[in-house]
């Protein structure tokens, strides 16, 4: 909220020359008591940065901590060794701007689809009477106009995970946390919606992590991709992503160097993978 | 479906399965009042069973020269202050120790060994503490329900989804932001189930404290009633409250619908 508006951030270049970096992990590890009464590794030395601005994302098998780092640069779980910086103070509870999507849709069952993006206005602190407003736009840039009413379980998987998205985009945090957000959509809402991110996120340069299983969405995504290993989690490899922006997110496709990306990512997460 | 239309089915009033519902509802009525009647027509005295026109009877005339309604009202008073005050502390106490699990734990043999003991053998003890006057009524109805508001805040606690908390954690909510509207929402059905268990464990404390000592309430007319071998008193009170338990039912029903919006 502190930060300075800036230009969106152009491609390749490397943002933190100019700004302090959004998130910085210095050497964590987080373990976890197993039932059996030892501890299991989740986390093992993980340092990572990310650039104000930056788009990264996080790939690798189900089960190497992914989900885990989103909630450790939260705060939500506390590290168990090493520290995490967030806007340039150490994170020991959920600091301001950091909105949060979980892998789960969370969306509150009671509420409807419009309650529930209300409560996170309501958090950001935007007056009453600019609520509806922000909720009417939110919901047809999601497709969700005539779900407004509806309570989540009279709505399908994909209709809770785009309004899972709206209630984060009404948040509007600097810092995105985004753990497997289309996973249950089809691939054309998949298409417009990451188009979509895109859009806001080149407008507003905030910063994303982003978790997920579709190496070509991480790549059509990102500024860098993150290949994680594990358990325990650690990263395993790091790829930039030069391809021009702003970005098509479809058409970035045809590109032999998105092919080429994509094709070595592959062979890095290589055999044990779950990946489609 | 367009898209200006509203696309849920609006309910009726009256819908078929509701028209069944009744129907059948109606037809145990007749069936069991039907065996009553020919039972104490036919094989039985209704010295032991009375009968139903004599029950309907009586019923009727002790609504037109109120009694029903002193005795009743009595009762139901009882049992709704029992079932306040047994909310309220529950309720309460639950809050108190789902915050400090260990007291819980220590707790929990005592809690269970208290719940199990029963009323009855309390009774004079609640006589000599309370008097006989309205408050040992109502603390009997007090005793019967406080346990089940308790283990239910408990239960109902335990089971908010720990994902929802720690959303609104991440958006920064305070704690009384979450208790407000994540958890309270999220108990409101185990409050529900715990009243409506509540509304006739109520009725019995309160039943129960009259008979034990009282000169008003539907107990005391029961307990008279029985005295003087009217079998048609005894069964005249016992029909008045299991109306009442029903229409109180009923009402904690309503109250739920109108502050649970329909999942
Ligand atoms: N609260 C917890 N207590 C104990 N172990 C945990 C906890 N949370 C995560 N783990 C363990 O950490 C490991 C990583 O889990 P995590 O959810 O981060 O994986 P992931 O990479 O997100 O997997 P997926 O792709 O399937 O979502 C798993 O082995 C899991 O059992
Ligand atoms: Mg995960």
């Given at each position: 909220?502190?930060?300075?508006?800036?230009?969106?951030?152009?491609?390749?270049?490397?943002?933190?020359?100019?700004?302090?970096?959004?998130?910085?992990?210095?050497?964590?590890?987080?373990?976890?008591?197993?039932?059996?009464?030892?501890?299991?590794?989740?986390?093992?030395?993980?340092?990572?940065?990310?650039?104000?601005?930056?788009?990264?994302?996080?790939?690798?098998?189900?089960?190497?901590?992914?989900?885990?780092?989103?909630?450790?640069?939260?705060?939500?779980?506390?590290?168990?060794?090493?520290?995490?910086?967030?806007?340039?103070?150490?994170?020991?509870?959920?600091?301001?701007?950091?909105?949060?999507?979980?892998?789960?849709?969370?969306?509150?069952?009671?509420?409807?689809?419009?309650?529930?993006?209300?409560?996170?206005?309501?958090?950001?602190?935007?007056?009453?009477?600019?609520?509806?407003?922000?909720?009417?736009?939110?919901?047809?840039?999601?497709?969700?106009?005539?779900?407004?009413?509806?309570?989540?379980?009279?709505?399908?998987?994909?209709?809770?995970?785009?309004?899972?998205?709206?209630?984060?985009?009404?948040?509007?945090?600097?810092?995105?946390?985004?753990?497997?957000?289309?996973?249950?959509?089809?691939?054309?809402?998949?298409?417009?919606?990451?188009?979509?991110?895109?859009?806001?996120?080149?407008?507003?340069?905030?910063?994303?992590?982003?978790?997920?299983?579709?190496?070509?969405?991480?790549?059509?995504?990102?500024?860098?991709?993150?290949?994680?290993?594990?358990?325990?989690?650690?990263?395993?490899?790091?790829?930039?992503?030069?391809?021009?922006?702003?970005?098509?997110?479809?058409?970035?496709?045809?590109?032999?160097?998105?092919?080429?990306?994509?094709?070595?990512?592959?062979?890095?997460?290589?055999?044990?993978?779950?990946?489609? | 479906?367009?898209?200006?239309?509203?696309?849920?089915?609006?309910?009726?009033?009256?819908?078929?399965?509701?028209?069944?519902?009744?129907?059948?509802?109606?037809?145990?009525?007749?069936?069991?009042?039907?065996?009553?009647?020919?039972?104490?027509?036919?094989?039985?005295?209704?010295?032991?069973?009375?009968?139903?026109?004599?029950?309907?009877?009586?019923?009727?005339?002790?609504?037109?020269?109120?009694?029903?309604?002193w005795h009743s009202s009595a009762t139901v008073w009882q049992a709704l202050l029992g079932l306040a005050l047994g909310l309220v502390v529950g309720f309460g106490f639950g809050l108190l120790l789902a915050r400090y699990p260990r007291l819980a734990e220590a707790l929990d043999p005592y809690i269970m060994g208290l719940y199990s003991l029963p009323r009855i053998a309390l009774a004079p003890l609640f006589i000599l503490w309370f008097g006989i006057g309205l408050l040992s009524k109502v603390m009997m109805a007090?005793?019967?329900?406080?346990?089940?508001?308790?283990?239910?805040?408990?239960?109902?606690?335990?089971?908010?989804?720990?994902?929802?908390?720690?959303?609104?954690?991440?958006?920064?909510?305070?704690?009384?932001?979450?208790?407000?509207?994540?958890?309270?929402?999220?108990?409101?059905?185990?409050?529900?189930?715990?009243?409506?268990?509540?509304?006739?464990?109520?009725?019995?404390?309160?039943?129960?404290?009259?008979?034990?000592?009282?000169?008003?309430?539907?107990?005391?007319?029961?307990?008279?009633?029985?005295?003087?071998?009217?079998?048609?008193?005894?069964?005249?009170?016992?029909?008045?409250?299991?109306?009442?338990?029903?229409?109180?039912?009923?009402?904690?029903?309503?109250?739920?619908?109108?502050?649970?919006?329909?999942?």
């Amino acid at each position: 909220m502190e930060r300075a508006t800036s230009a969106p951030q152009t491609p390749g270049e490397s943002p933190a020359a100019c700004a302090p970096p959004r998130v910085k992990v210095v050497g964590v590890s987080k373990t976890f008591p197993t039932p059996d009464g030892g501890v299991a590794r989740v986390i093992e030395n993980v340092d990572l940065t990310l650039a104000e601005g930056e788009f990264l994302s996080i790939v690798g098998p189900s089960g190497c901590g992914k989900s885990t780092m989103l909630r450790l640069i939260s705060g939500l779980t506390p590290v168990s060794e090493g520290r995490i910086v967030v806007a340039g103070r150490e994170v020991t509870e959920p600091p301001p701007g950091v909105g949060f999507m979980f892998q789960r849709d969370t969306l509150l069952p009671w509420a409807t689809v419009s309650e529930n993006i209300s409560i996170a206005l309501e958090l950001n602190g935007t007056p009453p009477a600019a609520r509806p407003a922000r909720i009417a736009e939110l919901l047809k840039l999601l497709g969700l106009e005539r779900y407004a009413d509806y309570r989540p379980s009279a709505i399908s998987g994909g209709m809770r995970q785009r309004a899972a998205l709206g209630r984060l985009l009404a948040y509007g945090p600097e810092l995105y946390l985004m753990d497997e957000p289309f996973g249950a959509l089809d691939a054309m809402t998949k298409m417009i919606l990451g188009r979509e991110l895109l859009r806001i996120w080149s407008q507003d340069a905030k910063s994303v992590v982003f978790v997920t299983h579709d190496i070509e969405e991480a790549v059509g995504l990102s500024d860098r991709v993150i290949v994680m290993e594990g358990p325990p989690g650690r990263i395993k490899s790091e790829y930039r992503i030069d391809l021009p922006r702003p970005r098509d997110f479809r058409a970035v496709r045809l590109l032999p160097e998105f092919r080429d990306l994509c094709e070595r990512i592959w062979g890095d997460i290589g055999r044990h993978s779950e990946a489609e | 479906m367009s898209a200006e239309t509203d696309v849920r089915p609006a309910r009726p009033f009256l819908s078929p399965a509701k028209v069944r519902l009744w129907f059948d509802r109606l037809l145990v009525f007749v069936l069991s009042v039907g065996a009553w009647y020919v039972v104490a027509n036919t094989i039985l005295d209704p010295f032991w069973i009375s009968s139903p026109e004599l029950v309907a009877e009586r019923l009727w005339r002790i609504t037109l020269n109120g009694d029903l309604w002193w005795h009743s009202s009595a009762t139901v008073w009882q049992a709704l202050l029992g079932l306040a005050l047994g909310l309220v502390v529950g309720f309460g106490f639950g809050l108190l120790l789902a915050r400090y699990p260990r007291l819980a734990e220590a707790l929990d043999p005592y809690i269970m060994g208290l719940y199990s003991l029963p009323r009855i053998a309390l009774a004079p003890l609640f006589i000599l503490w309370f008097g006989i006057g309205l408050l040992s009524k109502v603390m009997m109805a007090f005793s019967f329900v406080v346990f089940i508001f308790l283990l239910n805040t408990m239960q109902g606690l335990k089971e908010v989804d720990r994902d929802h908390i720690d959303l609104m954690r991440s958006m920064r909510a305070s704690p009384a932001f979450i208790a407000r509207r994540v958890q309270l929402p999220a108990m409101l059905p185990w409050l529900f189930a715990a009243a409506r268990i509540s509304v006739g464990l109520a009725l019995i404390g309160s039943v129960l404290g009259e008979l034990l000592g009282a000169n008003r309430g539907l107990g005391w007319y029961v307990e008279h009633a029985s005295g003087r071998l009217d079998t048609t008193g005894v069964f005249a009170g016992l029909t008045a409250l299991m109306i009442i338990a029903v229409l109180m039912n009923q009402a904690v029903n309503l109250l739920e619908r109108w502050l649970t919006p329909a999942k």
